[in-house]
Each structure stands twice: as structure tokens, then as C-alpha cells.
């Protein structure tokens, strides 16, 4: 009768899992190109409702926002340099979720803009308050 090994048999998981991990993580840059391209069309469907200039909008409005942004490219560009997947991937994330603040932070400007009738080139980030507050020039 034939032994067969079984799913379950801790060494066979334990392989699979190590196998997998490799695989993922393993540099390849076609495959690094096409994770960018995918997210990219995942954040751009996800906010395709929404006003995408709070993006350049945050760089003199929102520091603390926009050096979250360059943080999280920085570290995209820099799993290009170390070949590094894991890098790659927590850039990534880190880029999804900073484009999300930036949409609702935006939005929220946006709101105070409207409310007070001003321009939103007059709105901005303070930091000691935590708080958006305009600012005349």
C-alpha cells in the first residue's frame, strides 16, 4: 500500500509556505513593474469619482501629508535599488493609504473652502492645531 503524505504533515506546510514566500519575494522586475501597473489601476478605479489635484494640491497645503507621499515613493524607488519585493509591496501599501488620506483630506478643504467662500488656495494644513485654517495673503 502507498504512503501518501498528508496535507496536514507539519514539514509539507512548512515547505509550501517557505516555497511560496520565495517565490513571492524573489526580485523580478517585469513582475515589479506589473505589481506598480496593477495597484495604480486598483487606486486610480478606487478614486475615480473623486478630484485626483489634492495630490499636487497637498505639496505647499498639507506637508505633513505630501512627506508621508514622498516617503512612500521613496521607498518605492528604493526597492528598485536594493531589488527588494517586500519593499516594493510596503511602499505600495504605504502610497495606497497616503492617496487615500490625500482624497479625504482634500475633500475636507474642499468643504471649508466652500463653507467660508474662499478660495482653496487659501486653505492649509497647521500643524499645531491639527487642523485645516485659512490663511489671507
Given at each position: 500500500m502507498e504512503q501518501y503524505e498528508s496535507y496536514w504533515d507539519h514539514d509539507s506546510i512548512l515547505n509550501r509556505i517557505k516555497k511560496k514566500y520565495k517565490e513571492l519575494n524573489q526580485w523580478d522586475e517585469e513582475k515589479a513593474f506589473k505589481y506598480i501597473q496593477d495597484k495604480l489601476q486598483g487606486i486610480a478605479e478606487?478614486?475615480?469619482d473623486d478630484d485626483t489635484y489634492?495630490?499636487?494640491?497637498?505639496?505647499?497645503?498639507?506637508?505633513p501629508l505630501n512627506k508621508k507621499h514622498d516617503?512612500?515613493?521613496?521607498?518605492?524607488?528604493?526597492?528598485?535599488?536594493?531589488?527588494?519585493?517586500t519593499l516594493l509591496y510596503d511602499g505600495m501599501a504605504e502610497f495606497e493609504n497616503v492617496i487615500d488620506?490625500?482624497?479625504?483630506s482634500y475633500k475636507e478643504a474642499k468643504k471649508l473652502a466652500e463653507k467660508y467662500e474662499v478660495d482653496i488656495n487659501s486653505i492649509y494644513w497647521d500643524e499645531a492645531q491639527q487642523a485645516y485654517v485659512i490663511k489671507y495673503n
Open positions: 478606487k478614486h475615480k489634492g495630490v499636487t494640491w497637498i505639496e505647499d497645503h498639507n506637508k516617503e512612500a515613493m521613496d521607498k518605492v524607488n528604493r526597492s528598485f535599488k536594493t531589488k527588494d519585493m488620506e490625500i482624497v479625504e
